[in-house]
């Protein structure tokens, strides 16, 4: 099983960033896929839950509105998108295939830095 990120991310503010993880090794759709991000100096913070299966997103209420989880289950990959981007979005985002009727994850991407400046 691998999940696979996309590369290092500059942005300005105000503008979108799209991140991908890529599955393999196992069925794509029957696992959810979390993401979550650590910024420098804090904690691992949640951002929320894409099920490959039907498309169904649970948001953490900090990022609703703001925040996009999608999938494309032809290359099971699955992809996060955060809009109008400020300066404390920076941090390594996460996917985590998480354990059916378990809180936690087996397995995790490799991270991927985002970075806002202008």
């Known amino acids: 099983v691998q999940l696979v990120q996309s590369g290092a991310e500059l942005r300005n503010p105000g503008a979108s960033v799209k991140v991908s993880c890529k599955a393999s090794?196992?069925?794509?759709?029957?696992?959810?896929i979390d993401w979550m991000r650590q910024a420098p100096g804090q904690g691992l913070e949640w951002m929320g839950r894409i099920d490959p299966e039907d498309g169904g997103t649970k948001y953490a209420q900090k990022f609703q509105g703001r925040v996009t989880f999608t999938v494309d289950t032809s290359t099971s990959t699955a992809y996060v998108e955060l809009s109008s981007l400020r300066s404390e979005d920076t941090a390594v985002y996460y996917c985590?295939?998480?354990?059916?009727?378990?809180?936690?994850?087996?397995?995790w991407g490799q991270g991927t830095q985002v970075t806002v400046s202008s």
């Open positions: 090794g196992y069925t794509f759709t029957s696992y959810y």
């Open positions: 985590a295939r998480k354990i059916p009727n378990n809180w936690s994850y087996d397995y």
